[in-house]
């Protein structure tokens, strides 16, 4: 890889932040230090005997040093270059900038999800004549908001009915048990010319519970 991994490392922790105890994501799923995940990866053997615990209960019960996250998150680093360079073995031949990119959308997602994300971003690159939206609950998807085509409006979708939508983001919609926005529920649930779910301009769309 042509990039430099502590740049990288850098610009996790500040994206991620530094959990030196067990704590939920977004998601509901346990984490600690820069973004490890508890559940799916865990921590292996040899990495328990590295940060000299018996097991990882004790991880949950301690927490970790920032020594130990910083150790934990070069060896997620290393795993993800592994794994994006063994699905897409031209990565290795882009130039540090683009690597760098890849390797944080990769940490971010996973390398699986990745390749489906950038397969999203290219449909809409090859159909520049159309307008598209999407729809979403991904909250990590606004750390790549910058690369997305122009042709792209991507909201996030508030999980629960009456409730507000992060304003950090650019887009996003909301469904509303009064008022709402969105006339699908006085045309026959159709959008017939109305195209403000297209529009980046139209911060919010708010739809009409049914």
């Known amino acids: 890889m ?16 530094l959990r030196l ?3 939920q994501d977004t998601l509901g799923i346990d984490t600690i230090g820069v973004g490890r995940n508890l559940e799916d990866r865990g921590i292996t053997k040899e990495e328990l005997e590295a940060l000299d615990f018996p097991n990882i209960e004790a991880v949950y019960e301690h927490g970790i040093t920032e020594a130990d996250a910083a150790y934990l998150l070069e060896n997620d680093v290393q795993i993800v270059e592994e794994e994006l360079l063994k699905a897409h073995p031209c990565v290795a031949d882009l130039d540090a900038v683009r690597q760098l990119v890849l390797v944080d ?10 390749c489906k994300f950038k ?3 290219e449909v809409c690159r090859l159909t520049p004549s159309k307008r598209h939206w999407l729809p979403t609950r991904e909250a990590w998807i606004k750390d790549h908001l910058q690369e997305k085509p122009n042709n792209l409006v991507i909201r996030f979708s508030a999980p629960m009915v009456n409730q507000r939508a992060p304003q950090s983001w650019p887009n996003s919609s909301e469904v509303v048990t009064e008022g709402g926005n969105c006339p699908s529920s ?4 159709q959008c017939l010319d109305c195209r403000a779910c297209w529009d980046p301009s139209i911060k919010t769309i708010q739809y009409k519970a049914h």
């Open 2 to 17: 042509k990039y430099i991994r502590t740049h990288l490392i850098k610009q996790l922790v500040q994206s991620e932040g």
């Open 186 to 189: 006085k045309q026959g649930n």
């Open 105 to 114: 959308m990769a940490f971010n997602m996973g390398v699986p999800r990745l």
């Open 119 to 121: 397969k999203i971003y």
């Open 21 to 23: 105890e067990v704590y």
